[in-house]
């Protein structure tokens, strides 16, 4: 069974890099896109970005200036920076294992293993 | 703002039956898969797919889709079933981004 584990700092200073790392254990790295989403306290889910197992990345584009996603293949990991933090930063972070395949009808997007998460906050 | 459309909250008496639906114009080109979130918890992947449950979630959670909305049923409602719901699909621009509904409250009275 595929496990995410995800650690990282939990406390930044504005203008800081958040830094965040996810391990995948037990199943394949490859064939799935790797993905981080956050959720501001009291607030929805917000899709921050992927990558797949050969690097190719995409990112929400309202953080696409700050945010960096990369793997390492040999340790089955991800990892996800964020520069100049602002309080506005503040959120659980969760990393997942996303898939999307072509249906015989409609495209199939979904992410069916999700980390903990991992709470950052942004404070002076 | 979210291109998926979630009504922000919805009731449900116990064993009854509720729908949450999601919209977006995403939705005509692909499916939206569901997460359950319970307070404190990581999301938890519901439905996926034409109407896709991953193992241990019970069958009263059913989805289907139509045009751009899609639908998360719960066929006899729990009291564990309480929770926010959230859809989640790509975008409509074409550039493979992920976007997820603005989430639905559910209350099981």
């Known amino acids: ?124 | 703002s979210s291109e998926l459309t979630q009504d922000p909250a919805v009731s449900v008496a116990l064993g009854q039956t509720v729908r949450i639906t999601c919209q977006g114009d995403s939705l005509r080109s692909y499916y939206a898969s569901w997460y359950q979130q319970k307070p404190g918890q990581a999301p938890v992947l519901v439905i996926y797919g034409k109407n896709n449950r991953p193992s241990g979630i019970p069958d009263r959670f059913s989805g289907s889709s139509s045009g751009n909305t899609a639908s998360l049923t719960i066929t006899g409602a729990q009291a564990e079933d309480e929770a926010d719901y959230y859809c989640n699909s790509r975008d409509s621009s074409g550039n493979h981004l992920g976007v997820f509904g603005g989430g639905t409250k559910l209350t099981v009275l």
């Open chain 1, 1 to 124: 069974q595929v496990q995410l584990q995800q650690w990282g700092a939990g406390l930044l200073k504005p203008s800081e890099t958040l830094s965040l790392t996810c391990a995948v254990y037990g199943g394949s790295f490859s064939g799935y896109y790797w993905s981080w989403i956050r959720q501001p306290p009291g607030k929805g889910l917000e899709w921050i970005g992927e990558i797949n197992h050969s690097g190719s990345t995409n990112y929400n584009p309202s953080l696409k200036s700050r945010v960096t996603i990369s793997v390492d293949t040999s340790k089955n990991q991800f990892s996800l920076k964020l520069s100049s933090v602002t309080a506005a930063d503040t959120a659980v972070y969760y990393c997942a294992r996303g898939l999307a395949v072509a249906g015989p009808d409609l495209y199939y997007y979904y992410m069916d293993v999700w980390g903990k998460g991992t709470t950052v906050t942004v404070s002076s």
